[in-house]
């Protein structure tokens, strides 16, 4: 059983089962306040905990061409209006160093892109806020290999670690999920998160945009939560086909209620199981 810790009023291991949930990317403050009301609403009549996640910046884009979002300060005041308005914590990535303190003063989680999970100056930066951190394993990285990630930040500080799993590199343009890394990353003592949406990208595959999967989104969601991870990180959106960033493989709106009723079922059989 990993560490247990709270963010707001989510709960992180420990046995249970919470939720990452939003777009991939804010798109406007009306678009941010409609999704963050329609996935509470669905989360609290399922009954189940979840923190809003949304990016203000998509760095790592596939083109020069590619939406990257609003920017900092924008996105940081959409996402502000979110916790007033809504009232969930709210997560989002960072990409330099600097970026962290700011963004903490906004955010409950900051969160760490996989190209990045080892610079080394980003991760302190982000551990000295005080905030919970969710770092995504890197698709060219051992799970085994996450235990330096925990390492620095525990060494800079950080008490609230998570890792996250979001598939491999499997040749060319394609991922694959090693289930091994879900148990392996949890010896380390931290809550470890499924984030199935990006497991299912093509990268790369569309040329100058990433492809993806989403077919697949229920069945890779239910195997992780089997397997006994703390947390599912889906990337949601009311209309993937018109999303403006990652929308092959991001779940509809439509879809999530029915696999969240699924996958606490699966977690309640799995916990007793395990009992």
């Not at 009306?30 to 760095?59: N, P, T």
């Not at 990337?235 to 696999?259: C, F, I, K, M």
Request: net charge negative.
């Amino acid at each position: 059983m990993s560490e247990k810790f709270n963010v707001e009023n989510v709960t992180f291991g420990g046995g249970g089962l919470s939720f990452i949930l939003g777009p991939c990317v804010v798109e406007s403050s009306q678009h941010a306040l409609f999704m963050a009301q329609e996935i509470s609403d669905i989360c609290r009549h399922v009954g189940v905990d979840f923190v809003y996640k949304s990016s203000f910046d998509k760095a790592n884009r596939s083109s020069i061409e590619s939406f990257r979002g609003g920017g900092m300060d924008f996105g940081l005041e959409v996402l502000a209006q979110v916790k007033a308005e809504i009232g969930v914590p709210v997560i989002t990535d960072i990409h330099e160093p600097w970026q962290a303190e700011k963004a903490a003063e906004v955010v409950d989680m900051l969160q760490i892109p996989a190209f990045l999970c080892r610079q080394t100056d980003l991760l302190v930066e982000s551990a000295k806020t005080g905030k919970a951190v969710n770092v995504k394993k890197g698709q060219f990285l051992a799970p085994w290999d996450a235990k330096n990630i925990v390492d620095k930040l525990s060494e800079a500080g950080c008490e609230k670690i998570l890792l996250t799993e979001r598939g491999a590199s499997f040749g060319y343009n394609n991922l694959v999920v090693d289930l091994r890394s879900f148990p392996v990353m949890r010896s380390f003592g931290v809550p470890v998160v499924f984030d199935v949406t990006h497991s299912l990208q093509l990268p790369g595959g569309l040329g100058k945009a990433t492809d993806g999967q989403g077919q697949y989104i229920e069945n890779f969601a239910r195997a992780g939560v089997a397997c006994g991870v703390d947390a599912v990180f889906m990337e949601v959106h009311d209309n993937p086909a018109n999303a403006p960033s990652d929308g092959p493989n991001q779940l509809p709106l439509a879809r999530l209620e029915p696999l969240l009723f699924k996958l606490k079922q699966i977690h309640e059989i799995v916990s007793t199981t395990n009992q």
